[in-house]
Structures are given as C-alpha cells and as structure tokens.
C-alpha cells in the first residue's frame, strides 16, 4: 500500500473560480512525476503563497493543486546520482507552487535540477526562515557587489519593502556586510524592528509612492534593493547617484514603469533584475552558501514566525495586507 500523507489541496468551487482550500490525505500515487521524492519538513508563506492561496493573478492554471512555492527536507528516493536517500535539500523557484505541486505538503516529488543541497550550518526550519524572499534578497546583494556597489563607498542603499521577506533579508546581509541602509515602510510601527535588523534610518513609502515629477532629482541613493516596482521604482531611478545600481525583484506596486531613459543616459543608471527561478545551478549554490556566512543567525531567528500546516491558510490574506513582519516558517512534517 502506498504511503500517505497530509496535503493542503486547492480547489476550484462550482462557479470555476473560487479557490477552496482543504486539507487532505492523499498517496504517493497522487504525486506528479520527478526525479527524486523527497519528506517535507518545512515550507514558507510568501506574497506569491497568499496570492495563490487567495486564488489571485492566476499563478495557478490546473486544480486540483498543491501550493507552496519552496520547501525543505530529506531525500526518500532518487533515480538521479547526485541525491540519495538522506540528502536534506532545498527547493525555491522553478514555478513549485503555480505549475508543478509544492510544499505545502508532506510529501514533495521534483526534477533533481530544481533543488539545492541544505548547506552545512542551517537546518530546514532556518533554511525557509530565509526561503525563497531571502534567496532572492541575497541574489540582490550578489548584483550590487558585481555591479561595483561596495560597502566602502560613500553613500546609502535603500531597500524598499523593507519590512517584507526579501526586504528584512536585504537589511540584515547588507547592514552585516558594512553597508549603510536606509529601509523603506508604511507602518511606523516597523521602525524599531528594521533598526534592529541594521537599517541607520527610516523613510515613509509614501515618499517614493508618488512618479516623480521630473526625469531627475536629487542624486541621493549609491545602491537600491527593490521589491515593490512601479511609481515606487520610478522614484529610486530618478534619485540614484552618478553609476547607482538598483536591483530590483518584485512587482507588489505593479508592472507599469512610469519612468524615462534619463537616469540610464545621463546618470549611467544601471537596473538589474532579479530572477530566483531562473538562476544557474552554481550561483544558486554560492548564494547559499553566502547565506550561512553573510546573514547573522540571531537575525535569522529573530524574524522567524513558525505555525503549523494545518494554520496557514488564514495567513494568506494577512502576508497580503502587509499584516505578516519578517518570515513565516510552514511546519510541514507538524501538519
């Protein structure tokens, strides 16, 4: 008999639109096809994890459907030589979650090429505390450093966001690395958290919220980290310093740029965008890596929130409002 185990499934309602979340036993039978069959111990809730969970921007295309955009556990099985059965990995990217089942259940089976082994020095809680946001947070730094954005130079890096997965991880590896940052919110309540996390100052979005008026302003930023877009990235454009570099990897705002080539022309602007599912297997590994040595464990644990599978779903809408600080760690194998 086939192993069970406990799953979140959506669903579409009678009027094929309405997601229903329910939580299931199901089999290995049940699985789509991989390569290698891992146990899930943990998973996190990201923006895109309360969108799809909400049924929104149609990230999910085929029900039924498990989501959960990475998990984290220990390889059952492998047909593929580079896992064996006892390797912990990780998994982020790859459309896990939209088109391919994901994490949020106890069982996981995935091609081999999507997942990561669990470095030495964190363990599969700590490993979604950072998940995909944090991965993509230090892919940021990753592009600002190769881009000539070095904590040794005379300015600040703004991280919008800030309060965010990949802005709260942006604000602890920078801050670790020596950088000045200043961290963007709309909740002044955030204020004390992102200092504690290495922010040297505070601003309101609201004053990035607006496209600014003129092609130019104030030469302000050396560096940026955004994971808003829209009017929010306009705004940093327009103030960067002479070469500033911004890497930019959300589109929460929305898509549309309202900005001109100006800053790119005349300032040497430089915009690099961030892609955490399509990002080569060796940098996917050194960026881990850089994880366990450049963001400090006592910030990792202080932003970790931990519930249990069986609680997630009203998460969703709260990680949608703005309502969730930090990271919030799925405890899969817990159900």
Same mark, same amino acid.
């Given at each position: 008999?086939?192993?069970? %185990?406990?799953?979140?499934?959506?669903?579409?309602?009678?009027?094929?639109?309405?997601?229903?979340?329910? %939580?299931?036993?199901?089999?290995?039978?049940?699985?789509?096809?991989?390569?290698?069959?891992v146990?899930?111990? /943990?998973?996190?809730? &990201?923006?895109?994890?309360g969108?799809?969970?909400? #049924?929104?921007?149609?990230?999910?295309?085929?029900?039924? /459907?498990?989501?959960?955009?990475?998990?984290?556990?220990?390889?059952?099985?492998?047909?593929?030589?580079?896992?064996?059965?006892?390797?912990?990995?990780?998994?982020?990217?790859?459309?896990?979650?939209?088109? /391919?089942?994901?994490g949020? $259940? !106890?069982m996981?089976?995935? +091609?081999?090429?999507w997942?990561?082994p669990?470095?030495?020095?964190?363990?599969?809680? +700590? $490993?979604? $505390?950072?998940?995909?946001a944090? %991965?993509?947070?230090?892919?940021?730094?990753?592009?600002?450093?190769?881009?000539?954005?070095?904590?040794? !130079?005379?300015?600040?890096?703004?991280?919008?966001g800030?309060?965010?997965?990949? #802005?709260?991880?942006a *604000?602890?590896?920078?801050?670790?690395?020596?950088?000045?940052?200043?961290?963007?919110?709309?909740?002044?309540? &955030?204020?004390d958290?992102?200092? /504690?996390?290495?922010?040297?100052?505070?601003?309101?979005?609201?004053?990035?919220?607006?496209?600014? &008026?003129?092609p130019?302003?104030?030469?302000?930023?050396?560096?940026?980290?955004?994971?808003?877009?829209?009017?929010?990235?306009?705004?940093?454009?327009?103030?960067?310093?002479?070469h500033?570099?911004?890497? $930019?990897c959300?589109?929460?705002? #929305?898509?549309?740029?309202?900005?001109?080539?100006?800053? %790119?022309?005349? @300032?040497?602007?430089?915009? *690099?965008?961030?892609?955490?599912?399509?990002?080569?297997?060796?940098?996917?590994?050194?960026?881990? +890596?850089?994880?366990?040595?450049?963001?400090?464990?006592? @910030?990792?644990?202080e932003?970790? +929130?931990?519930?249990?599978?069986?609680?997630?779903?009203?998460?969703?809408?709260k990680?949608?409002?703005?309502?969730?600080?930090?990271?919030?760690?799925?405890?899969?194998?817990? #159900?």
């Amino acid at each position: 008999m086939s192993e069970m %185990f406990r799953a979140l499934v959506l669903d579409t309602a009678q009027d094929g639109k309405t997601v229903v979340p329910q %939580f299931k036993d199901l089999s290995l039978d049940d699985l789509p096809e991989g390569d290698v069959l891992v146990r899930v111990a /943990h998973s996190t809730l &990201n923006y895109k994890d309360g969108m799809i969970l909400n #049924g929104l921007g149609r990230l999910v295309r085929k029900y039924p /459907h498990v989501p959960g955009v990475d998990f984290a556990g220990e390889v059952v099985e492998s047909a593929d030589v580079r896992y064996k059965p006892g390797d912990r990995v990780i998994l982020t990217g790859w459309r896990v979650g939209e088109n /391919h089942w994901g994490g949020y $259940a !106890q069982m996981a089976r995935v +091609q081999a090429d999507w997942l990561v082994p669990l470095p030495d020095g964190l363990d599969t809680a +700590q $490993a979604m $505390a950072i998940g995909t946001a944090g %991965f993509t947070a230090m892919l940021a730094v990753m592009a600002l450093e190769e881009q000539g954005v070095l904590p040794d !130079q005379d300015g600040e890096v703004l991280v919008s966001g800030a309060a965010g997965g990949v #802005g709260s991880v942006a *604000i602890s590896i920078l801050a670790h690395l020596g950088y000045r940052v200043v961290a963007s919110t709309g909740r002044p309540e &955030n204020a004390d958290y992102l200092k /504690h996390l290495g922010a040297s100052d505070i601003i309101d979005r609201a004053t990035l919220a607006e496209a600014p &008026n003129r092609p130019l302003l104030s030469e302000r930023w050396l560096g940026a980290v955004d994971s808003v877009g829209s009017t929010t990235l306009a705004h940093m454009l327009a103030e960067m310093k002479y070469h500033g570099v911004v890497a $930019a990897c959300g589109l929460a705002g #929305g898509a549309d740029l309202p900005a001109t080539v100006i800053p %790119f022309l005349l @300032r040497g602007v430089k915009l *690099i965008g961030i892609d955490s599912v399509l990002c080569p297997y060796e940098k996917r590994v050194c960026a881990w +890596q850089r994880l366990v040595t450049d963001l400090p464990a006592e @910030r990792l644990d202080e932003a970790m +929130q931990t519930v249990k599978l069986s609680d997630i779903v009203p998460y969703g809408e709260k990680i949608l409002k703005g309502a969730v600080r930090g990271r919030l760690v799925v405890d899969v194998a817990a #159900g």
